[in-house]
C-alpha cells in the first residue's frame, strides 16, 4: 500500500529539441522512492501506463499539479490538486537531471 503518491512529468530531449521526451513518475512520499516510472509522450496513454504500474500498491491518496489528464483520469478517488504538496518529487526532478 502506498498512503500518499505524487506523480508528475519532466521534459527532456535526445540529441536535438525536436526529439522531446517525457518521463512520468510516482513518488511514495514516505518511503521517499521514486516507485513507478514510463517514458513516452505527454499523453493519456503514457498516464495509463504509469497507473497500470501503481494498480497493485492500493494508492490512498493522489497529488499532482493541474494537469487536466491527472484530474480526469482520477475522478473518484481521494486527488489533492495543488503545487503546495507536490513539492517532494521537484526535488527528485532537480537531483534526477
Known sequence: MIVCAEMDEQWGYVGAKSRQRWLFYAYDR????????????????TLERLLSLLSPFD??????????????RLKGKLHVI??????SDAQWNENSR
Open 30 to 45: 514516505i518511503r521517499r522512492t521514486v516507485v513507478a516510472h514510463v517514458f513516452g509522450e505527454r499523453t493519456l496513454a
Open 59 to 72: 494508492v490512498v491518496i493522489w497529488m499532482t499539479d493541474g494537469w487536466p489528464l491527472y484530474e480526469s
Open 82 to 87: 495543488s503545487k503546495r504538496y507536490t513539492g
